[in-house]
């Protein structure tokens, strides 16, 4: 008798919700992930927009149906207010616990006061890095910084990097090399550097390109901004 009850609902469709059915975040993860290049997908939300589902690979946000039959890239925005919501959910999702970051592996430079606080990750062979050097940072006050080589673009970096961070004034080094194109010389032979430690952090963190700078509420600004842009975002914090 139960048997024959089951197969009526069964046939009736009653409990298809119950038998056979696959969650949807399987079910995108299964028709998407082979199809990311060997990304994995981390998270897959359901979204308010339309249908929509947002999949969260390597600190980005891809959209998909419930089926994962299509993938869009790119960012949704709010027609009336014109707010970047793509954007939003970005630096929602990427923020971080700016005290928790391994200060010690960084160079660290105060100005003036020192006050406000930034971190910034730099491949020593990035010509926006020293740019944003040149420019937003030199002229900069009150403001302490604690920069990260971050050595991402070629070998060479390493072996600068390494050397600026074994110089007896690690920050003076930094500055002439990123300002003035002036390098220190060869590191002794029994000095270390946290190169290694410091790679592992930013692709923890998802820093895909350089410069990208971190504030003390957890956001980041990824890529050069000019010194009004940082001025700005500083004093929003306070």
């Known amino acids: 008798m139960v048997k024959s009850k089951l197969a009526v609902l069964l046939a009736t469709g009653l409990i298809a919700s119950c038998v056979g059915a696959e969650p949807v975040e399987a079910t995108i993860k299964k028709a998407l992930e082979p199809r990311l ?16 589902y947002e999949v969260r690979v390597a600190g980005d946000i891809l959209y998909t149906d419930k089926k994962g039959q299509y993938l869009i890239i790119g960012h949704v925005y709010d027609a009336k207010t014109s707010q970047d919501l793509t954007r939003a959910r ?31 990750f730099e491949d020593p062979n990035c010509g926006y890095c020293k740019r944003l050097r040149q420019t937003t940072l030199k002229n900069m006050n009150n403001v302490t910084i604690y920069t990260f080589m971050y050595n ?33 010389p ?53």
């Open 90 to 120: 970005i630096d929602e999702i990427n923020k971080i616990k700016f005290s928790d970051l391994p200060f010690q592996d960084a160079i660290k430079q105060v100005k003036g006061d020192g006050k406000r606080v930034i971190a910034v």
């Open 186 to 238: 060869a590191a002794p032979a029994d000095c270390k550097s946290p190169n290694e430690q410091v790679l592992a952090l930013g692709q923890k963190l998802h820093i895909q390109g350089t410069p990208a700078i971190f504030f003390t509420d957890g956001t980041r600004i990824p890529g050069a901004v000019d010194q009004q842009t940082l001025e700005t975002k500083l004093e929003s914090i306070k």
């Open 152 to 184: 991402i673009l070629s070998e060479d970096s390493v072996v600068k990097s390494h050397n600026i961070w074994c110089a007896p004034d690690r920050a003076k080094a930094w500055d002439d090399w990123m300002i003035n194109g002036k390098l220190p």
């Open 37 to 52: 290049g060997g990304a994995k997908i981390e998270s897959v939300k359901e979204t308010p927009y339309s249908g929509l």
